[in-house]
């Protein structure tokens, strides 16, 4: 599966973006796709994900209450919803799916995903 990410853009402190993660090769029926950001000198850090079939969603504390994942099975697309953006959220942003179902426990570990995104980057300005 390819996965092309895209809706990255430059946005001020208090704003919104939706990112989108499309999928080519094969249909997000099962297992997970995760969002994942990198910021400058730092390590990739898990943002939010949601697993199949169930639809069920995982945040990371800094993005709970800000930032939705969801996804439209018809157009194979996950979609990353940020509001209330703030300057530490500048990062790249990637996703990142996994043909198989991992356990909740998995979810954040970027090892647990075998086909990344090429990332969108976000930059908040204050």
Not at 53 to 82: E, Q, W
């Amino acid at each position: 599966v390819q996965l092309q990410a895209s809706g990255g853009g430059l946005v001020q402190s208090g704003g919104s973006l939706r990112l989108s993660c499309a999928a080519s090769g094969r249909t997000f029926s099962k297992g997970a796709v995760g969002w994942f950001r990198q910021a400058p000198g730092k390590e990739r850090e898990f943002v939010q994900a949601i697993r199949w079939p169930d639809h069920s969603t995982y945040s990371a504390d800094s993005a709970k209450g800000r930032f939705t994942i969801s996804r439209d099975n018809g157009k194979n697309t996950v979609y990353l919803h940020m509001n209330n953006l703030k300057p530490e959220d500048t990062a790249v942003y990637y996703c990142a799916a996994s043909a198989r179902r991992p356990i909740t426990s998995a979810l954040p570990n970027p090892r647990t995903y075998t086909n990344w995104g090429q990332g969108t980057l976000v930059t908040v300005s204050s």
